[in-house]
């Protein structure tokens, strides 16, 4: 376990002391280097594994691999609606004519505008979060953040 930094540590409330991105990451990087690509998902898990001392580093690869897993099962989960919907009221539309056609047509349009917007809300938040990496800080994404502090602090 590393030491943060005299003036650095203990500012979480938690009287834990906060992962420090001084010391070399695996493979000699740079921490604030090795976090930020960390957002990467691939070489967010890879470094996760790899690097074994460097907690700063460590919780960013974490907190990527979780924001990727929660992308990847919330966009899975719309997708499939959108295509369900898509043929039941394609069925349902051309069965029965008329409105229930244009209902489902807004319906799975509303979808796949809200897939989009999760595509874009999880760009802006690699991105955020890839910047306070490189800065040498620790950002929490809402709810996985803590998850992935609890599971490097284990």
């Known amino acids: 376990m590393q030491n943060p930094p005299s003036g650095q540590g203990y500012g979480s409330g938690t009287g834990k002391p906060q992962p420090s991105a001084s010391g070399p990451a695996a493979g000699g990087l740079d921490p604030k280097i090795a976090a930020a690509i960390s957002y990467i998902w691939i070489v967010g898990l890879v470094l996760y594994f790899m ?49 229930a056609n244009a209902i489902g047509a807004i319906l799975v349009f509303l979808i796949w505008i809200g897939v989009f ?38």
């Open 51 to 99: 690097e074994k001392e460097n907690r700063f580093v460590r919780f960013h690869a974490m907190q990527s691999i979780l924001f990727g897993v929660a992308n990847l099962v919330l966009m899975t989960v719309l997708v499939i609606l959108a295509m369900i919907l898509t043929v039941v009221f394609g069925v349902g539309g051309a069965a029965i004519g008329g409105g």
């Open 117 to 154: 917007l999760i595509v874009l809300v999880f760009i802006i938040g690699l991105v955020l979060a890839a910047v306070k990496a490189f800065q040498g800080k620790i950002f929490k994404l809402p709810i996985i953040g803590n998850i992935a502090e609890n599971i490097v602090n284990k």
